[in-house]
Nanobody, 126 residues
């Protein structure tokens, strides 16, 4: 059983940056695509970014393209989300998850993912 633990959230002013980490314990997730999702208060969970097993394929929500970057270190079993030019609308609980099927390409549907972490809160003040 793999457990994912997110860290790196916090309070930042608009225009600032944060780097989130998603660390796997237990079984590795190096054979799985990984996604970052977020949920703002009163809203549905939405896809943010995804990365393939090799790290060569990435995809992003339109709202974060050009500002966020996802990467992974399969030796350390960590996936990162670098967030730049943060805006108040980025405020949410950010969670990572791995695809339920190994070696599958990253997708944006939360239903394709499992082993969800507890999340890390990101708050952007104006």
């Amino acid at each position: 059983q793999v457990e994912l633990v997110e860290s790196g959230g916090g309070l930042v002013q608009a225009g600032g940056s944060l780097r989130l980490s998603c660390a796997a314990s237990g079984r590795t997730f190096s054979n799985y695509a990984v996604g970052w999702f977020r949920r703002a208060p009163g809203k549905e969970r939405e896809f943010v970014a995804g990365i393939s097993v090799s790290g060569q394929i990435t995809n992003y929500a339109d709202s974060v393209k050009g500002r966020f970057a996802i990467s992974r270190d399969n030796v350390e079993n960590i996936v990162y989300l670098q967030m730049n030019s943060l805006q108040p609308e980025d405020t949410a609980l950010y969670s990572c998850a791995r695809k339920t099927i190994p070696w599958a390409t990253p997708t944006s549907d939360p239903g394709d993912f499992g082993s969800w972490g507890q999340g890390t809160q990101v708050t952007v003040s104006s």
